[in-house]
Nanobody
């Protein structure tokens, strides 16, 4: 089993910063992809950023240059540094871990950016 626990969500003003964390526990394999997705009301869940244990990060165009994903493999933890936040970044942010053909999800954390 895999458990993902997110933290760091909350309310931030437009232009501000927020840092999300996601700690994975359980049966974690050394080769995997960890990432962040988000879902705004009435919209589909979308990829924000992801990073494999071996390769460079991938970002959605809407967050390039503002968000930074990083990970600590020793702690099985992935982070999302959100800078220059915009109201359109408001959503529930979900952590995901892909390994051996399966995707595991966290419970989600709300991020609200006020204008």
């Amino acid at each position: 089993q895999v458990q993902l626990v997110e933290s760091g969500g909350g309310l931030v003003q437009a232009g501000g910063s927020l840092r999300l964390s996601c700690a994975a526990s359980g049966s974690i394999f050394s080769v995997n992809v960890m990432g962040w997705y988000r879902q705004a009301p009435g919209k589909q869940r979308e990829l924000v950023a992801s990073m494999s244990s071996l390769e460079r990060p991938i970002y959605a165009d809407s967050v390039k240059g503002r968000f930074t994903i990083s990970r600590d493999n020793a702690k099985n933890t992935v982070y999302l540094e959100m800078n220059s936040a915009k109201p359109e970044d408001t959503a529930v942010y979900y952590c995901a871990l892909d390994q051996r053909g399966l995707r595991h999800w966290g419970q989600g954390t709300q991020v609200t950016v006020s204008s």
